[in-house]
């Protein structure tokens, strides 16, 4: 079996974690891998983040930064999250939990040949440039090049090929369940259970704002920008700029997420939040 683990970088707690479950692994006859970042502060050889797919599971010890950047090398491979005290709606593990539950999962990978895990889906965006941004665990984002009064883009939104809104703002978002409690929830955009199957259209600053839409995950979504020197799109922090008029379609991506270990308490990490 191979696993990898991705720890949060610059974070001593968590290196430290990471070698520990390293060693508890191996000795097991498991097959580690350590993102580069971290491999560096433990003094050993790593691997680029992109290549934890070649895993059978991704381990992320950090907040839900750190998992969102494991899932953009993971592919499809389960990914089991560990807090270290952030909110976590992505991080069930406590760190006192960690070897113990990636021993479980561990066990029951060499009883059954899987791993049992949770599909949460992602976004994919692409444009008329022949571009595109890695799947997104969170959301795709579309704003201008600054943000401000005298600022932003003209926008026009089109749901399954009917207009649904046009005006100017600093921008819009689409988020999963995931994402509703991330940039979504900072720009006045509902709080999302993760059980709900939906996605969520939210407006950044908008002239004339329409209230933000939950819709059916089935239903691609295409925005026009224009008006505005560039314009960036986003996808979990990761960036493409764009030269606009451009027209983008945001949709399911084909591939889930899937997420392993226990689930998070959604309810109990909301009071978490300032």
């Known amino acids: 079996m191979n696993?990898?683990?991705?720890?949060?970088?610059?974070?001593?707690?968590?290196?430290?974690?990471?070698?520990?479950?390293?060693?508890?692994?191996?000795?097991?006859?498991?097959?580690?891998?350590?993102?580069a970042?971290?491999?560096?502060?433990?003094?050993?050889?790593?691997?680029?983040?992109?290549?934890?797919?070649?895993?059978?599971?991704?381990?992320?010890?950090g907040g839900d930064g750190t998992f969102l950047f494991a899932a953009s090398g993971a592919g499809g491979?389960?990914?089991l999250g560990v807090n270290l005290g952030e909110v976590g709606f992505l991080?069930?593990?406590?760190?006192?939990?960690?070897?113990?539950?990636?021993?479980?999962?561990?066990?029951?990978?060499h009883e059954d040949g899987k791993i049992?895990?949770?599909?949460?889906?992602?976004?994919?965006?692409?444009?008329?440039?022949?571009?595109?941004?890695?799947?997104?665990?969170?959301?795709?984002?579309?704003?201008?090049?600054?943000?401000?009064?005298?600022?932003?883009?003209?926008?026009?939104?089109?749901?399954?090929?009917v207009e649904y809104g046009e005006g100017h703002a600093d921008g819009v978002l689409i988020s999963t369940p995931t994402g509703s409690t991330a940039y979504n929830l900072s720009e006045g955009g509902p709080l999302v259970h993760?059980?709900?199957?939906?996605?969520?259209?939210?407006?950044?600053?908008?002239?004339?704002?329409?209230?933000?839409?939950?819709?059916?995950?089935?239903h691609d979504v295409v925005i026009r920008v224009e008006n505005a020197p560039f314009a960036v799109v986003?996808?979990?922090g990761t960036q493409v700029r764009i030269e606009p008029p451009e027209t983008i379609t945001v949709s399911l991506a084909p591939e889930p997420a899937h997420i392993a270990g226990p689930s998070t308490n959604f309810f109990g990490a909301l009071s978490k939040l300032d």
Do not use: K
């Open 3 to 35: 696993v990898g683990i991705v720890a949060q970088r610059g974070n001593e707690r968590a290196a430290t974690l990471a070698g520990r479950l390293q060693e508890t692994l191996t000795e097991e006859g498991v097959t580690v891998r350590i993102d």
């Open 116 to 161: 049992p895990s949770r599909a949460v889906p992602r976004l994919r965006a692409s444009g008329d440039g022949d571009w595109s941004v890695h799947p997104a665990l969170n959301e795709i984002v579309i704003q201008g090049a600054q943000r401000g009064h005298g600022q932003g883009l003209d926008y026009e939104v089109h749901i399954d090929g």
């Open 194 to 218: 993760p059980g709900v199957d939906g996605l969520v259209f939210t407006e950044m600053c908008a002239q004339n704002p329409m209230p933000p839409l939950v819709f059916d995950p089935d």
């Open 77 to 79: 491979t389960p990914i």
């Open 91 to 109: 991080n069930a593990v406590a760190p006192e939990e960690a070897v113990d539950e990636v021993r479980a999962v561990v066990a029951e990978y």
């Open 37 to 61: 970042a971290t491999a560096e502060q433990l003094g050993i050889d790593g691997v680029d983040v992109s290549r934890m797919t070649e895993n059978d599971l991704v381990v992320s010890i």
């Open 234 to 236: 986003g996808s979990d």
